[in-house]
C-alpha cells in the first residue's frame, strides 16, 4: 500500500484534510513521511470507521491510491504556487484582499478535493451494511466525546490553549516572539469569540446529516450529490445562530492575522520566507 496554523471531519474529508493541509502545517523535514502515509492513514481510519470487508478494503486501497497520484501530479503544484503568492504577500504587510485571496484558494481547494473525491467515495457508500453504519455512528459518537472532553468547558483554558498553539506555530514559522509580541497576541486571540459551543452543535447535526445519507440513499448518484454537498459545504443545514457566530469567528481571525502581521520584524518575515521557500522546494522533491 502505497490551519498556516493560527488560519485555520471521518471519511473522504479526512483525505482532503491530510492531502490539502499537511503541506501547510507539517514542517519541511516531516513532509515526506507524512504525505507519503497519507493514503494509509486514511484507509486505516475508515477501517476504524466502517469495519471494512475484504472487498470492501481492495477496492478503497486502489481508489486511495489513484486520488493519491492524482493529487500528488495536479494539485500539490497548484498548493507550491499558492505558497509562492503568500511568499510575496509576506514582503510586506498583509492587506485585507490578499488575505481574503488566501481564505478564498483553501476554499477553492477543499471544493475541489470533494469533487474528485465524491464519485469513488459514494461507490464505497452505496456497499455500506446496517451493521456498518451503526458502527461508523458509535465510531462519530466516541470520536465525539472524546472531543468535548479535550476541548474542555472553560473559556479561560481554551484561550490558554488557543494561544500555546498559535505562540508554538509562530514561532515555528517567524522565529522566536518577544515578550510585547505575547502579550499582544494573547490579547488579539482574546479578542477572537470563542464559538466552541455553537461550532459542537454544528459539528454533531453534520454527523447526523451524514448518518441520514447513508441510511436514506442507496443508489451511487444520490449518494456522490449527497457526499460532495457534505464535504464541500460544510454550513449545509447550519442554523442562523451558527452563521452568524461563524461569520464573526472568521472575522475575528482575519482581524487577529492581519494585527498580528503587523507587528513582524524583518527578521521575522525573513524567516518566514526562509520556511516558505523550504516548504515549496519539498513540495517540488514530492511531485517528483
Known sequence: MKDLGFLHRSYWRGLCRILLLCPLLVSCNTLHITYSTADWILLWKLDRYFDLSASQENYLDLQVEAFHVWHRHHQLPLYAQFLAQIDEFSKNELSQAELENIFASVEYFRVHLARRASPPGAEFLATVTPAQIRHFEEMLDQDYRRLVSD????????????????????????????????????????????????????????????????????DPFSLEQGLFQWLADSKTGATEEYLVVSREWREGVQRAVLDIDRILTGDQRAHFSRKLQGLIHDIHGLIG
Open 151 to 218: 476541548i474542555g468547558d472553560d473559556p479561560e483554558m481554551r484561550l490558554d490553549k488557543r494561544m500555546a498553539t498559535t505562540s508554538e506555530t509562530l514561532t515555528i514559522w517567524v522565529g522566536e516572539l518577544s515578550v510585547d509580541q505575547e502579550t499582544y497576541i494573547r490579547e488579539r486571540m482574546r479578542k477572537i469569540p470563542d464559538t466552541t459551543d455553537v461550532w459542537l452543535a454544528h459539528r454533531k447535526r453534520r454527523q447526523e446529516k451524514l448518518l441520514d445519507l447513508l441510511r436514506s440513499a442507496h
